[in-house]
């Protein structure tokens, strides 16, 4: 079981940015999948990046298209660390975001994931 952490939510005015953190342990050196979801209230958790990693250097990353071109998603495999950098803000983005990892196929799908973190809040305000 793969124990993650994140950290760096806050409250930014709308434009503005942050970057999250997912600290990881546990998770076997090779393939490897982490991705954030978020969920806003009253609405259903959704995928928003992933990042595949092996230890060749292979990478893969996959966004939602409601953040693409705005935020990136990372890795430092030497500091076992998954960051979101989240740029141009919108209120609409206000929701808690988790962390999650153990996919096998790395997709935004929150089925295939054994492992999660307790979520950090992000609010955006006009």
């Known amino acids: 079981q793969v124990h993650l952490v994140e950290s760096g939510g806050g409250s930014v005015q709308a434009g503005g940015s942050l970057r999250l953190s997912c600290q990881f342990s546990?998770?076997?050196?090779?393939?490897?999948?982490v991705a954030w979801f978020r969920q806003a209230p009253g609405k259903e958790r959704e995928g928003v990046a992933a990042?595949?990693?092996?230890?060749?250097?292979?990478?893969?990353?996959r966004y939602a298209d409601s953040v693409k071109g705005r935020f990136t998603i990372s890795q430092d495999n030497a500091k076992d660390t998954t960051f979101l950098q989240m740029n141009s803000l919108k209120p609409e983005d206000t929701a808690m975001y988790y962390c999650?990892?153990?996919?096998?196929?790395?997709?935004?799908?929150?089925?295939?994931?054994?492992?999660w973190g307790q979520g950090t809040q992000v609010t955006v305000s006009t």
């Open positions: 990042i595949y990693t092996n230890a060749y250097g292979g990478r893969n990353l």
């Open positions: 999650a990892a153990g996919a096998i196929l790395c997709y935004l799908d929150e089925s295939r994931y054994t492992s």
């Open positions: 546990g998770y076997a050196i090779g393939p490897r999948c």
